[in-house]
């Protein structure tokens, strides 16, 4: 739902943002004049003040002071409580400030940042009796947490929309594919399987698999129970997954995506351009509506397979039955699904399908299946994603397109195949995060080809240490990357056929069993012919290559590569796909809801504000233990950029969204770190059981290493912030 533009998303989150400050400094300022302490200043953000409001002086821009000073002679901080009756004056200047960072509540005879600033007077702070000074010093904890009820239960009334806890892809050789079955049975999750708890915890979400991950004791297996479809009737399973770190976040994950849905997924403005050649590749442009203008593509309607000239073998409309109950109601297939069946059931043959137009025509377009690939990890690469590949080699990179705001825009081009980059040949994905790595900030020199002829560049590697781009297999050239020598479990690697032969990267694949190739697609299919009688008798069987070498005189390679009865089963078992990338359909949703029951929602509210309390502590340990990285922490910064992109996910999602920052607002600030309201607490504590406040100089001291440690911290993010914001994470 992208209905708001960035700056208007902006706008709403800083307000939100500002919202939940405000509410948490509200409750400070109502405890204490409960409590009969004098407020100073009530102050939203931090340093210069841009204007504020005074009973009895009104609006002013900056500080209200002049104005009472030229009235009344001095400030109102220097009145009494007489002169101020006397005066018409309100006790309290109400500021907005210049940097929207927090806000604070000024109290007769408290400064936070000057603890000798103490008072005597009847109505300072000192003064009030320890109980409710303690009071006063939750207080904004507990209006944030109130706060996030309230707005918990406001988004639970209307509905949530979430990605559904259905497991859509299994990554192969991830912690999820190698889950042992409690049952003994078949191990491993699969596409399909419904998420119902993890640890005995109940799961609602996408977002819940992925956190119950992140959050896992590092060593320690997660018990994942799930109900999975069998021959049309639902079964319970349980499966024990150890999470393991993932090199690209910094995270433990168990290895699985999310599952789609049949229709087209709302497109956000500053991917557009990818999306439209991504749609236009698949054979799927927009129409043309009668009126001239384009009529984009929205929904899948029905899957024929079969070639146009034969007819239809079978017609399969798409439905969905996910069901988010709590009952035990069988998951229809995947929508997504459809379409790869339909490719793999025609063995490669066009297949017609029908889609709904964004103005409700029905319109038919027939799709050309790819044919499939290997999926190649290597366990000396533990939590690299899969490569495609045949046998152990793999296709080079491509630049499929630069990301906004790319360093490398207008040195790289969509289409550029990597060569070479810091004279590593024929980089993988993994080598060539590696040989970049060491470059951040600075240029890398880097061979591409372009346009059928070599290029050397000196490409830009960000601070983050990425070029800024997209890139995918390029399968339509015959050139190979470097080899992956073994696949399988770490503990008992299996070598590839191309393991050994020295195929060296950058070579050109000419032929494969006498065959002459053009393209991955060619290899595939020449690989099959000559593989083909000895899949039929279940024999090991060799195939001769032909390859160009990449130096200047393209030195003719020959090799023959010995595949065993299982390599030859593996080539023939590969299938097609359709042509549609996955990433253009919408996600699987479910809507957390409370179905118009006011109680169910406050149930829901506090059962989820009381979930977030815990995983924000979890969070704490979790950092303390190394499995989430402080990379992964986020300032003001971080959650206005976060914030932009769950505004366009709809109006209750940003409620959602807010009340979590809540929550985590108030737990942060009840931390015993000093400056934060948990400190101050401490110091209330201590003062309690000796009847004295902690001395002037450790409350110095213990400032001073609180500004030190926040002040870290709030670079720190910010850093983590801007570098996002720069390589568009």
């Known amino acids: 739902m992208s209905l708001l533009s960035n700056g208007t998303n902006v706008l ?6 500002g919202l939940l400050i405000f ?20 102050a939203i953000g931090l340093g210069p003040v841009l204007a504020a409001w005074r009973r009895g002086i009104g609006w002013r821009a900056g500080s209200t002071d002049p104005a009472t000073i030229a009235r009344f002679g001095k400030p109102a901080i220097e009145m009494t409580d007489e002169e101020l009756a006397r005066n018409g004056l309100g006790e309290t200047e109400w500021s907005l400030r210049l940097f929207p960072l927090g806000g604070f509540v000024r109290m007769l005879g408290q400064d936070d940042l000057d603890p000798s600033r103490t008072s005597g007077a ?69 596409t399909g399987d419904v998420v119902r708890t993890i640890d005995g915890e109940p799961v609602q979400t996408f977002a819940d698999i992925q956190i119950a991950g992140a959050m896992a004791k590092p060593g320690q297996p997660l018990a994942v129970e799930v109900t999975r479809t069998v021959d049309g009737r639902a079964e319970r399973r349980t499966f024990s997954v150890l999470p393991r770190r993932d090199p690209a976040t910094g995270l433990l994950q168990i290895g699985i995506g999310p599952a789609l849905a049949g229709g087209i997924g709302a497109v956000r403005p500053d991917e557009r351009a990818a999306f439209d050649d991504a749609m236009a590749r698949a054979g799927l442009a927009p129409e043309r509506a009668p009126d001239g203008r384009d009529d984009p593509l929205a929904d899948l309607l029905v899957v024929q397979v079969g070639t146009p000239a034969r007819g239809s073998v079978h017609d399969r409309h798409l439905t969905q039955q996910w069901m988010d109950g709590d009952g035990d109601e069988p998951v229809g297939a995947l929508s997504t699904a459809v379409l790869d069946d339909a490719a793999d059931a025609g063995n490669g043959a066009p297949f017609r399908t029908s889609w709904q137009t964004a103005s409700g025509r029905v319109v038919e377009r027939t799709l050309v299946p790819v044919p499939r690939l290997q999926e190649l990890s290597d366990p ?18 491509r630049i499929e397109r630069l990301a906004d705001g790319s360093p490398n825009d207008g040195i790289l081009k969509p289409g550029d195949v990597i060569l070479s980059v810091a004279d590593v040949p024929g980089p993988r994905l993994g080598a060539l995060r590696a040989a970049i790595a060491p470059y951040a900030g600075a240029t890398v020199p880097a061979r591409v080809i372009r346009d059928g002829a070599e290029v050397a ?24 990357a470097s080899t992956v020598e073994r696949t399988g479990d770490a503990a008992a690697p299996v070598p590839t056929p191309a393991a050994g032969l020295g195929l060296p990267p950058g070579s050109i694949v000419r032929e494969v069993g006498g065959t002459p190739v053009t393209d991955w697609a060619s290899m595939r299919a020449a690989f099959l012919a000559a593989t083909r009688e000895a899949a039929d008798r279940g024999e090991a069987s060799p195939v001769d290559l032909v390859l160009e070498a990449p130096t200047a005189g393209r030195d003719r390679v020959e090799a023959s590569m010995a595949l065993s009865p299982a390599d030859v089963r593996a080539l023939h078992a590969l299938g097609w796909a359709s042509p549609v990338p996955p990433e253009v359909f919408s996600p699987l949703m479910t809507t957390l809801t409370a179905h118009g029951n006011p109680l169910r929602a406050v149930a829901m509210g506090f059962r989820q504000t009381k979930t977030l309390v815990i995983m924000t502590y979890l969070t704490l340990d979790r950092l303390a233990r190394g499995t989430v990285g402080v990379d992964q922490l986020r300032g003001p910064v971080g959650i206005v950029h976060l914030g932009m992109r769950v505004a366009d996910r709809g109006a209750m999602y940003l409620v959602f969204f807010l009340a979590m920052i809540s929550v985590n607002l108030a737990v942060l600030n009840f931390l015993p770190l000093p400056i934060v309201d948990g400190g101050l607490f401490l110091y209330l504590v201590y ?31 910010f850093y983590n912030d801007v570098a996002r914001l720069v390589g568009g994470g």
Not at 12 to 17: C, D, E, K, R
Not at 470 to 477: E, K, R, Y
């Open 12 to 17: 709403l989150i800083v307000l939100g943002f």
């Open 122 to 190: 009847a109505r300072s702070y000192q003064r009030a009796a320890v109980g409710r000074r303690m009071v006063v010093v939750s207080a904004g904890v507990f209006a944030n947490l109130v706060l996030a009820v309230v707005l918990f239960v406001i988004a639970f009334m209307a509905g949530v929309r979430f990605e559904a806890p259905v497991v859509g892809v299994v990554l192969p050789g991830s912690p999820a594919a190698a889950a042992s079955a409690a049952d003994g049975g078949p191990a491993g999750l699969r």
């Open 380 to 397: 000396g690469q533990a939590g690299a994603p899969p490569e495609p590949g045949l046998l152990g080699m793999v296709p080079l990179l």
């Open 457 to 480: 560049l000196d490409v830009q590697v960000d601070r983050a240490g990425r070029l800024g781009t997209v890139m995918l297999p390029a399968i339509d050239v015959p050139r190979i």
């Open 687 to 717: 003062e309690k059981l000796t009847g004295k406040a902690p001395s002037v100089a450790f409350q110095n001291a213990a400032t001073t290493a609180g500004l030190v440690l926040l002040g870290t911290v709030f670079l720190l993010t």
């Open 23 to 42: 509410v948490h400094e509200l409750g400070h300022w109502w405890a204490a004049t409960r409590a009969g302490i004098r407020c100073e200043s009530f």
